[in-house]
C-alpha cells in the first residue's frame, strides 16, 4: 500500500492512493477522496514522539565515486542530516545566489519500522517499515570533503525533497523480491539525465541495518538514505526535476531562487 501525509482544508491528514486518488484514512474524513493536485504533498512520514534521525550515506555506488574520483569507500560513509531538510513531494527547493554547481541525487530510503540494536543482515528487512524516494541535494560550491559533507553542503532547509509515498516494505519485497532489484531514474525538464540500479549499492540494506544497529538504536521513522548512483549534473532555478525509484514513486521537484 502506498501511504502519503498531505495538507487539505487547513489541516494534515493520512492517505493511501486509491484507484489514481488520494484517500484520507482518518476520521472525521475517512473516505473522502481527493485529486492528486487538489492537495499539498508533505513528507510521507508520521510523527514520531523522540527527534527523527536522518542517517545519509556518502559515495555508496561505486559508479558515482569514480565520477567524482574517488575509490569505492571500504566501509559505510555516513553523515547525518535534521528532520528540517526534509520537504514533500512538489515542494520549491532553493537555489542559494550566486552557487554555480547544485545538483540532485536520487536515493532510496529505508524507514525503520521498529526498534533495531545489534541487527544481523540475515534478519535486517524484519526492522524495515516501507520505502520512499529522496532528493539529497548538494551544492558543491560549499564541499569541502566528500567523504564528510559539511553542514552548509547537505543539510541546508528545503534540501531533502522526499515521498510522494511511502510504500509498505511487504509490498516490495512481494512484488520485486527486495529493494535491491529496483531501477533509479531522474530526468531535468524532461531529459533523463541519471540512470542507475539499486543492486549496484556497495553497501546493501541488510548490511547498513547491521552496521548502525551494531552501535546505536535505531527507531520507528528513522531514515537511511541509501546513496546515488552516477550522473548528476548541474541545475538551476526553474528546472524540474524528477527523481523516480521503481515500485516506489516519482518524486517532482522544482529549484527556485
Not at 12 to 33: D, F, I, M, Q
Request: glycine share 8%.
Amino acid at each position: 500500500m502506498k501511504h502519503a501525509r498531505i495538507a487539505w482544508a487547513g489541516a494534515v491528514h493520512e492517505a493511501v492512493e486509491s484507484n489514481g486518488e488520494l484517500l484520507l484514512t482518518r476520521s472525521p474524513w475517512a473516505g473522502k477522496r481527493l485529486k492528486f493536485e487538489e492537495v499539498v504533498w508533505l513528507p510521507p512520514l508520521v510523527p514520531v514522539p523522540q527527534a527523527r534521525t536522518v542517517l545519509a550515506l556518502g559515495l555508496n555506488y561505486a559508479d558515482h565515486a569514480k565520477e567524482l574520483a574517488f575509490k569505492a569507500p571500504e566501509e559505510p560513509l555516513v553523515f547525518v542530516k535534521g528532520e528540517a531538510s526534509l520537504i514533500g513531494h512538489k515542494a520549491l527547493t532553493r537555489r542559494p545566489h550566486g552557487v554555480t554547481y547544485m545538483h540532485y541525487e536520487c536515493e532510496l530510503a529505508v524507514v525503520i519500522g521498529r526498534t533495531a540494536k545489534q541487527v544481523k543482515k540475515e534478519n535486517a528487512y524484519d526492522y524495515v517499515g516501507g520505502y520512499t524516494v529522496a532528493n539529497d541535494y548538494a551544492i558543491r560550491d560549499y564541499l569541502e570533503n566528500w567523504y564528510r559533507p559539511n553542514f552548509r553542503v547537505k543539510n541546508r532547509d528545503t534540501c531533502t525533497p522526499i515521498g510522494p509515498w511511502l510504500v509498505d516494505a511487504k509490498d516490495i519485497h512481494e512484488v520485486y523480491g527486495s529493494p535491491m532489484n529496483l531501477n533509479l531514474q531522474t530526468t531535468v525538464n524532461g531529459k533523463v539525465t541519471q540512470s542507475g540500479h539499486t543492486r549496484d549499492m556497495i553497501f546493501d540494506v541488510p548490511t547498513l541495518i547491521e552496521y548502525f544497529s551494531a552501535f546505536m538504536t535505531l527507531q520507528p521513522g528513522d531514515l537511511i538514505l541509501t546513496g546515488t548512483p552516477d550522473g548528476v549534473v548541474n541545475c538551476d532555478a526553474g528546472d524540474v526535476i524528477v527523481t523516480s525509484i521503481e515500485g516506489v514513486g516519482d518524486l517532482i521537484n522544482t529549484l527556485g531562487e
